[in-house]
Each structure stands twice: as C-alpha cells, then as structure tokens.
C-alpha cells in the first residue's frame, strides 16, 4: 500500500520495460526506497537508524562469510585458525577487526533505534507488527552474536558458552538433558563449537528475512515520524528519493567515520584480553563477563540471589525468567502503553519517565560489567525491580492519567507553522 | 468443474465420503513419515559414541596434605578433590543440615571412613563455572570452602551451597576407593 500521490514507476528505456513487465524487480525497490515511497518531511536523525542496522547486517555477513573462508569449526584449531587470519592472511587483521566491532556497531545502532522507537511510541498501532518483528530481529541478533563470540574459542568465549548454555539447565525437569543435548556433551567442546559455527553462519540470513518481512509490514501504514501525527496530505511527505536516500547517506557517512576510527584505531577497546588466552575447560577467568551488549540483561539475570519464598522456585530459574522477561515484555509494549498520543514530545509526564528507564538501563549496564559483589548486587537489583515496573506498571498507569499537550493539526502545520487544510477542516 | 462434481458425488448415509478418508489416510501417512524424520535430527544433536565413551579417571591422592586440593578432569569437567583439615570438617559438621538450601550433612558427601576426602565436580550448579577455592591462595569465599566468581556463589568446607544463586551443592560424582591412595571417578 502507499499513499495515492506516491510516484508512479515508469520505465523509459525498452530493456526496464521488458524487465518491469516479466518480473517487477525494479518497481518493487522504486516503492520501496525510491521516488514511490512517500515519507513524512519531518524525519529526525534518529530516523537514520533503520538504515545504518540494514548497512551493519550487510557489513556482517560480507566480512563474515570471508572469515568463514580461512576459519576452522574445530576446538583443536579454532583459536589458531583466528591468530592465522589475523597474522597471515591478507587484510586478515582488518576484515576480522571489521566483523568484531561491527556486531558492537550493530548493537549501538540497533539499540538507538529501539529506544528511538520507545520515545517516539513508535509500536503503537497501526505499526504493532513493525514492532513485534523487531524484537525478533534483536532475540535472533542476540543468539547470533553469542555464537559468534564463541567462534575464536578463547577463554571468554568458552566460559561465555559455559554460562549461557547452562541457562537451559535452570528448567525444571528436563534441563539437564535439554542442556547436554544443546551442547552435544556435558561440557562445552567440539561438538558445540561446530554447531554453533553453522548456526552463526544461518542465523544472519535469517535476520535478513525477517528484515524484509519488518520493511514490509512498515510500507504499510508508512514510516512514522516525530510528531506522532499521521500523514494526511501530500504536502506532509517528500519521496525517499532522494530526499531521505541524501539524509541517510550523510548518516551513513557520519557512522561509517565513527566505525573506521574504532576498527582501526581502538580494535580491541570493546573486546576482553582475557579472550586472546585459549580456552581451557579447568580455568574460570577470574571476572567472566560477555561482551558489552548483553550487560543489562546480565545484571538483571545475576540480581536474583534468593529463592522466591513462597513458591520455592530456585534462584538460578528466576534469574533466567528475569532475563528472559526484559526483553519478552517488549512483545507487550504496544498493549501496555495506551495514551493514544505516539510521540513523547507532547507526552510531558511520559517523557520524564522515558529518561529514567534510559537511565535505569544504563545503570543495569554498568552493574553487569561489573563484578558480581557489593554494591553492584544491590544496585543491579534494584535496578531491574524499576524495569520491570516501567514496563508492567508506570506505562500503563502513565497513560491513563496523564493529559497530553495539543498536537499540531498536521506534519506540515508542524513544520511551516500553518497548515492552509487546517482552516479548512472541521474542529475535531 | 468436473472435479467438485466427484467430491460432491455419492454421499454415504451418515455423510462421510470415501474421498474424507482418503484425504485423512494420506495426510496421516504423510504426518507420521515427516515426524519420523525428525527422530535423527533432533537425535543428532546428542552426545556422540565418542563423547560417551570418557567414561574413568582413575586419580593419586597420595600427595594432597590436609588443607591442600587438585583439580583433576573427568568427562572434559574439573573434579575438585580435597584433603579436609579437622577444623574444616568440624565446621561443616557444625552446621544444622536443616538449615541449608540443598539439606545434606558432610557424611552424606563423603565415603564411611574417609569424611576428609571431600570430592566434588568442579563446576558451579548455578551456570557451570569453575569455582575458586582448590589452589593455594584462592579465594575460598565467607564459608572457607569455594568461591565462583562468575556470580557469586559461595560454598562451605562440605561444597554444600550457603549464599549465592547457585541452587544445589556442588555434585559429586559416583567414585570409589581402589586403594588407600588411589581414587577411581565414574
């Protein structure tokens, strides 16, 4: 669907006419992120984000699908096929560094446009589907990036795939066979490694396919925008291109600045030394820590210290829960917030709120980086309690009291200041 | 046309057409074939002959003093084994079991005779760590017997868990006293 203004594909030359009319290729990207696609004239930068995740898959499974090339899925030769392709293949050290610190771009990048999305309300209807794919996207991201971190088989990545995988051990009743049948042993060793080596190697392209799935169900009620007002007249949009194909191309190049620095100037800044030690099965790294991304979440698993009194569930399981339900409760988000407003600018009670979950989360960060003792404990404690409630208990109660500020009539009235259909209408 | 024309033909008196039990055979088949193939996929994933096969680990602990431990490896996992002083025993037996999250006393962890030798997996029942506390000079956490550093969860003298996530004492594994110095895991 598109709106009825949206430009019409037509193909000059003979040979795109041929194409068009046996398979539509062309016209289908032209509405998707050409001149046919309609988007609101009000896009922020924060609106770049999309984008930059569809650039860092791409760089993903390029530089991965190379390293692939000079890698060995043994437990034998895991670690020094990876020295290999950092001391002797050609550009090795670059393409590596490259995929590295493009899963930690990836993230930052995702992350700005998940919390872009929870300021803007941008799960709400009618893009609740948008929403729920995405979460997906970051769950499939999330399995993805864990396994590749285990690829090199150093010490970090074989006590990262220790702990992770003996989160399946915390269900009752069958985890421990669920846990031994994950793993292929009763440890992590070769068999794991190797699995894990074709599931990285899978998984990307099934992000991609749900990133497909995410564009499409987006070009249905078009792209939202900062306002929160809906498109109502053509005077709202501009096409994509090349109005937002020129602005996220200065996004990409202002990201792309930001990833060489790191790639070729901090490699190793986001990475843990420890993981240059190969992995030895009877040697726990005195401070075992997964890579920056899954901090939140870690301090939220580790913040469970006690039995739940009444119903005697173990630590360990509410722990896994707990991690689990930070991210599962995304899945609810389009339910839980009811203000009919989207955008946290006219949301004045909201928007406090919002700063403070964007806190707390940095604070659950910080506290999972860190080691597990006081004050971290604590804190990561309480911390997670306030998540949770932002999600199951502020949001909702937040948008059944509070009262909006007045919305502009329109995306143009917001822009230019006046709206000529606005004294047109009548008063709603 | 012709088709409808087949499946609305002859209907029997209680409604049910030959072609209904034909779909429902076929589709049957098809279901029970399609589930059959998921046996080796999903068993696939199992440990294999070879992994299975690390079966013993036969260990000297003739060397370890009171007070000292080693780490030896039995199925790829670190197996901690340690030679209790009197004081480390009496501790752990000082304890009321009722009190504990995972109930056990320290007789029901060790062999008859041999309440020193106390021999456990090393690997934390929470997420699977090695815990400190077997080397000299490791932090053996509040209770004096292991420490995990990945999340904090701390053993007494008998590895019986008292504070942390982890939910069970640490496991120990079936093993038998060949001799006076020789232990034999699995």
């Known amino acids: 669907m598109s709106f009825p203004w949206a430009n019409e594909y037509q193909p000059q030359h003979p040979l795109m006419q041929w194409l068009d009319a046996k398979l539509p290729l062309p016209r289908l990207v032209y509405n998707a992120i050409g001149a046919g696609y309609p988007v609101p004239r009000n896009l922020n930068y924060f609106w770049n984000f999309g984008v930059l995740a569809g650039v860092c898959l791409v760089i993903q499974i390029l530089t991965g699908v190379i390293l692939a090339m000079h890698y060995a899925g043994n437990a034998d030769l895991a670690f020094n096929s990876t020295e290999h392709i950092m001391r002797d293949v050609n550009w090795g050290w670059m393409l590596r560094y490259m995929h590295s610190n493009g899963a930690s771009a990836f993230f930052v990048v995702v992350y700005i446009h998940i919390f872009r999305g929870f300021f803007y309300g941008s799960y709400k209807a009618p893009r609740e589907m948008i929403w729920l794919l995405g979460v997906v996207i970051f769950l499939l991201m999330m399995a993805t990036a864990f396994m590749g971190y285990v690829l090199p088989w150093g010490q970090m990545s074989f006590w990262g795939a220790q702990v992770i995988t003996g989160l399946f051990s915390a269900i009752p009743l069958v985890g421990d066979a669920l846990h031994t049948w994950l793993l292929g042993g009763f440890a992590p060793d070769n068999a794991a490694l190797n699995r894990f080596f074709s599931l990285h190697f899978l998984l990307p392209f099934v992000i991609l396919g749900v990133v497909i799935l995410h564009i499409w169900a987006l070009h249905i009620p078009g792209s939202s925008n900062p306002t929160g007002v809906e498109v109502k007249s053509e005077s709202d949009t501009v096409p994509f291109h090349p109005y937002y194909t020129a602005k996220d191309g200065w996004g990409l190049g202002a990201f792309l600045l930001i990833y060489c620095a790191v790639v070729f100037f901090a490699p190793n800044a986001l990475g843990h030394p420890d993981n240059y030690i190969p992995a030895n099965p009877m040697q726990t790294p005195a401070h075992i820590v997964p890579e920056w991304y899954f901090w939140p979440f870690y301090a939220i698993l580790r913040a469970f210290t006690q039995n739940f009194p009444l119903l005697g569930i173990p630590a360990k399981l509410l722990g896994v829960m707990g991690m689990f339900s930070a991210i599962l409760v995304w899945f609810f988000l389009p339910w839980l917030d009811r203000s009919p407003v989207r955008s946290g600018h006219f949301r004045p009670t909201f928007r406090k709120f919002y700063w403070l979950l964007v806190i707390d989360v940095a604070v659950l960060g910080y506290c999972g980086g860190s080691p597990a003792e006081e004050p971290f404990v604590i804190i990561s404690q309480i911390a997670a309690i306030y998540y949770f409630l932002h999600f199951l208990v502020v949001l909702p109660i937040v948008s059944s009291i509070e009262q909006p500020e007045p919305l502009p009539f329109s995306i143009t009235e917001a822009v230019l200041g006046s709206d000529q259909a606005a004294s047109l209408a009548p008063a709603e | ?186």
Request: charged share 20%; hydrophobic share 40%.
């Open chain 2, 1 to 186: 046309m012709a088709q409808d024309a087949v499946t609305e033909a002859p209907e029997q008196g209680d409604g049910v057409r030959r072609r209904d039990f034909i779909n429902i055979a076929a589709v049957s088949a098809a279901g029970v074939g399609a589930a059959g193939v998921l046996v080796p996929l999903i068993s696939q994933m199992s440990p294999s002959a070879d992994v299975l096969a690390e079966s013993t680990t036969e260990v000297d602990i003739g060397a370890i003093k009171p007070g000292q431990a080693i780490k030896a490896m039995f199925r790829k996992q670190p197996v901690f084994i340690r030679n209790l002083t009197a004081k480390e025993q009496a501790d752990a037996q000082a304890v009321a079991t009722a009190s504990l999250r995972d109930p056990q006393s320290l007789e029901d962890r060790t062999k008859p005779g041999k309440a020193n030798w106390l021999i456990t997996m090393g690997v934390c029942t929470h997420l699977g760590c090695v815990p400190l506390g077997s080397a000299e000079g490791e932090p053996k956490g509040e209770f004096g017997g292991y420490f995990c550093p990945c999340h904090g969860s701390q053993y007494d003298t008998a590895g019986r868990i008292r504070k942390g996530p982890a939910p069970k004492n640490l496991e120990v594994p079936e093993y038998t006293f060949t001799s006076d110095t020789v232990v034999k895991i699995g």
